[in-house]
């Protein structure tokens, strides 16, 4: 019978490419079991160890070190960080701060186990630069829609990428001017963006809770 973690460590694309064989030995001898809880710093800028991080359960909110007003992103159940930290050469800072959003459990498999998986399983090591290659992809998107003068299309991008599995998306606690912040564009152009994005049905309000009602139609507006 197949492990809680072992299932887990499958849905990750790193390892969706496992016999149930590799991923029993990479939970016994590669993996260690972390929690934490609601509010409590998971990774930042000061204190952290390079390794890749998988959210087992729970989720976990993405801040700028340097801005932790600005809510970057949403890590979900199954959302993996810390890739960018391993091999980095003795970097000893990481670039964002990450904090438990509800009671977190994660899988961590450190650097030097990395290196160890990556060298009795090549294949695993081709899946992980696939998804680091992904995430490259979708931060140069990223950059180019938050650079963009059209704030319809930045809110889109933002809303598409923050959206849960029910597609429900929290405005940050400090409000929309921190959010008018994080998307480079004023409070006027986000609040006439989430109009428009409404009188098209694509969104629909409620508070701080934005539910998104057409993923792919809200995709076409981004583009």
């Known amino acids: 019978m197949i492990s809680e973690i072992c299932i887990k460590l ?41 390794g890749l991080y998988i959210i087992i359960h729970g989720r976990a909110a993405v801040r700028k070190t340097n801005t932790s007003d600005v809510l970057m992103s949403v890590i979900e159940e199954g959302g993996t960080f810390g890739m960018a930290s391993i091999f980095s050469s003795g970097e000893t800072e990481f670039p964002t701060e990450i904090t438990a959003l509800t009671d977190c459990e994660m899988i961590v498999i450190y650097e030097k186990e ?17 998804l680091l290659t992904k995430k490259i992809r979708f931060l140069n ?26 597609n429900r998306v929290f405005i940050p606690e400090q409000g929309m001017t921190a959010l008018a912040k994080q998307l480079n564009t004023g409070r006027a152009s986000l609040y006439r963006a989430f109009d428009y994005l409404e009188s098209i049905n694509l969104i629909k309000r409620d508070g701080k809770i934005i539910t998104v009602l057409d993923k792919d139609k809200l995709k076409n507006i981004q583009e």
């Open 10 to 50: 499958k849905n990750c694309p790193v390892f969706a490419s496992c016999e149930t064989t590799v991923l029993n030995k990479i939970e016994k001898e590669y993996s260690h079991i972390k929690k934490a809880k609601k509010g409590e710093i998971l990774i930042s800028k000061d204190n952290f160890i390079p």
């Open 114 to 130: 990395i290196e160890i998986i990556f060298g009795e399983y090549p294949d695993i090591a081709i899946n992980y630069i696939k």
């Open 141 to 166: 998107l990223k950059i180019d829609t938050y650079t963009s003068p059209n704030a319809n299309k930045k809110l889109a991008f933002y809303l598409n990428s923050n959206a849960d599995s029910l």
